[in-house]
């Protein structure tokens, strides 16, 4: 799958496992922070996102320096999942 | 004691949440279950928070916020609620994933919302209430006993306190409930509910919210003078007549004295019939009404009943879709509730006039 094409799947994950029900697709720039900025999403989300990586794409984030990189942005995450994901 | 009911509100599957419900009761078209009729939550809770919350925490912080906004300038000093499933859908969620995920680490938000204590806790967050805090699960006799807390929070030192009844229907509540018969196996048309003879009811939820108050005030609705629990199986006619007799000489009343009956009868013929002999007993010129068919059955459904009755006693009149049977007495100045679960759990609410 193409990187673009895996960050708007992604993105539409994202959304559902959030519970993010006046976000669409179009509203998440690729690039922009998930955490404070961007989506504005909390450490509570961040367990849900490490969450839908592990259930989805079969990848676990157990360092925490690794996770806070990956969670980054949605492209950052679609990056890991393109190079691990299975 | 007495308790000046000085807010009230009431999510439920009519539209009681906006006024309209007497003038346009809802129909429940063929069902089994009669689920709440919701508003626009976003209107009462803050949406970031929002997508987090169950149903039950959406019932109750909404219905919460709907009784404070009546009175903005009290600050209840004790949150107090009766639930008897409380957060049961997060933890049925949550004992699932457990399964799910293998025991191994779990998605966050069921675990956080499966906690009994959960709305009573959003209620105190969202309106920074920080002072007494406590949700009672004790089945159907769960919103009398946060009432009874209520009484001896006011009767001690505080002025005001938000109690409420809250409810929601769950899946596997719902399955385990129907394997023992206690649901409709047909569906039926909610204003039918007492037509016929059949066992099971429809299963309902709610969410009542009463800020009830130590002091009288112009805006006092009703006032709350008593509340009774007996827990016995098998009991009788008369184990409840006896302990109504009791329960009213306590306030220096009898029978004679109630205007208005609010019975929880639901249409089940495997417990109405206790009902029945109740009514029996119930002097002519007294009114007698019935609910169930408008919220269907739920542990603290006794909150819908005492929703009605404050408006009865507020507004001098009762509704025809509530009345089984009317009287000659041309006021309302005492209602009883009566309520009672599997022939075990019976609950008395006394309401006086403000």
Same mark, same amino acid.
């Given at each position: 799958?193409?990187?673009?094409?895996?960050?708007?799947?992604?993105?539409?994950?994202? *959304? =559902?496992?959030?519970? %993010?029900? @006046?976000?669409?697709?179009?509203?998440?720039?690729? +690039?922009?922070?998930?955490?404070? #900025?961007?989506?504005?999403?909390?450490?509570?989300?961040? *367990? =849900?996102?490490?969450? %839908?990586? @592990?259930?989805?794409?079969?990848?676990?984030?157990? +360092?925490?320096?690794?996770?806070? #990189?990956?969670?980054?942005?949605?492209?950052?995450?679609?990056?890991?999942?393109?190079?691990?994901?299975? | 004691?007495?308790?000046?009911?000085?807010?009230?509100?009431?999510?439920?599957?009519?539209?009681?949440?906006?006024?309209?419900?007497?003038?346009?009761?809802?129909?429940?078209?063929?069902?089994?279950?009669?689920?709440?009729?919701?508003?626009?939550?976003?209107?009462?809770?803050?949406?970031?928070?929002?997508?987090?919350?169950?149903?039950?925490?959406?019932?109750?912080?909404?219905?919460?916020?709907?009784?404070?906004?009546?009175?903005?300038?009290?600050?209840?000093?004790?949150?107090?609620?009766?639930?008897?499933?409380?957060?049961?859908?997060?933890?049925?969620?949550?004992?699932?994933?457990?399964?799910?995920?293998?025991?191994?680490?779990?998605?966050?938000?069921?675990?956080?919302?499966?906690?009994?204590?959960?709305?009573?806790?959003?209620?105190?967050?969202?309106?920074?209430?920080?002072?007494?805090?406590?949700?009672?699960?004790?089945?159907?006799?769960?919103?009398?006993?946060?009432?009874?807390?209520?009484?001896?929070?006011?009767?001690?030192?505080?002025?005001?306190?938000?109690?409420?009844?809250?409810?929601?229907?769950?899946?596997?509540?719902?399955?385990?409930?129907?394997?023992?018969?206690?649901?409709?196996?047909?569906?039926?048309?909610?204003?039918?509910?007492?037509?016929?003879?059949?066992?099971?009811?429809?299963?309902?939820?709610?969410?009542?919210?009463?800020?009830?108050?130590?002091?009288?005030?112009?805006?006092?609705?009703?006032?709350?003078?008593?509340?009774?629990?007996?827990?016995?199986?098998?009991?009788?006619?008369?184990?409840?007549?006896?302990?109504?007799?009791?329960?009213?000489?306590?306030?220096?009343?009898?029978?004679?004295?109630?205007?208005?009956?609010?019975?929880?009868?639901?249409?089940?013929?495997?417990?109405?019939?206790?009902?029945?002999?109740?009514?029996?007993?119930?002097?002519?010129?007294?009114?007698?009404?019935?609910?169930?068919?408008?919220?269907?059955?739920?542990?603290?459904?006794?909150?819908?009943?005492?929703?009605?009755?404050?408006?009865?006693?507020?507004?001098?009149?009762?509704?025809?879709?509530?009345?089984?049977?009317?009287?000659?007495?041309?006021?309302?100045?005492?209602?009883?509730?009566?309520?009672?679960?599997?022939?075990?759990?019976?609950?008395?609410?006394?309401?006086?006039?403000?």
């Amino acid at each position: 799958m193409k990187e673009e094409e895996l960050i708007e799947k992604l993105k539409a994950e994202i *959304i =559902e496992q959030l519970s %993010l029900e @006046d976000i669409t697709p179009a509203d998440i720039d690729a +690039d922009a922070p998930l955490f404070v #900025e961007g989506l504005g999403l909390d450490s509570i989300d961040a *367990i =849900e996102l490490t969450h %839908l990586l @592990d259930r989805n794409y079969g990848i676990k984030l157990e +360092d925490p320096k690794a996770r806070r #990189e990956v969670l980054a942005s949605v492209r950052s995450m679609a990056q890991l999942i393109a190079k691990q994901g299975k | 004691m007495q308790a000046y009911i000085n807010s009230v509100s009431l999510i439920s599957p009519q539209l009681t949440h906006d006024g309209s419900f007497l003038t346009h009761p809802l129909v429940n078209e063929l069902a089994c279950v009669m689920n709440c009729v919701e508003p626009v939550y976003k209107e009462y809770i803050n949406p970031v928070a929002l997508r987090r919350m169950s149903h039950v925490v959406k019932l109750g912080l909404a219905a919460s916020a709907i009784c404070m906004r009546q009175l903005p300038d009290v600050r209840p000093e004790a949150v107090i609620i009766g639930s008897g499933l409380a957060c049961l859908s997060d933890l049925e969620k949550f004992t699932r994933l457990v399964e799910e995920y293998k025991e191994e680490t779990l998605p966050p938000i069921p675990f956080i919302n499966s906690a009994h204590n959960t709305v009573a806790a959003q209620i105190a967050m969202q309106h920074k209430l920080t002072g007494y805090n406590i949700t009672y699960c004790h089945h159907f006799l769960s919103f009398e006993s946060a009432l009874r807390d209520a009484f001896m929070c006011l009767s001690e030192d505080m002025q005001n306190v938000l109690v409420g009844g809250i409810d929601e229907r769950t899946s596997d509540n719902f399955h385990i409930y129907n394997i023992a018969g206690f649901w409709r196996k047909e569906p039926v048309n909610n204003l039918d509910l007492f037509k016929g003879s059949y066992p099971g009811t429809l299963n309902g939820e709610g969410a009542a919210f009463f800020i009830l108050s130590n002091e009288k005030s112009d805006g006092s609705l009703a006032c709350v003078t008593g509340v009774h629990t007996l827990l016995l199986p098998n009991s009788t006619i008369e184990d409840v007549n006896q302990e109504l007799e009791v329960f009213l000489k306590k306030h220096s009343l009898s029978k004679e004295d109630i205007d208005l009956f609010i019975l929880g009868r639901n249409g089940s013929n495997v417990y109405d019939s206790l009902y029945g002999q109740f009514e029996e007993e119930i002097p002519q010129s007294a009114h007698i009404a019935y609910y169930k068919h408008l919220c269907g059955e739920y542990m603290t459904s006794s909150s819908f009943a005492m929703w009605v009755a404050s408006n009865v006693l507020s507004s001098q009149s009762l509704p025809d879709i509530l009345t089984f049977r009317r009287g000659s007495r041309q006021d309302f100045h005492r209602v009883l509730i009566y309520n009672q679960a599997l022939g075990k759990e019976h609950a008395f609410i006394l309401l006086e006039r403000a």
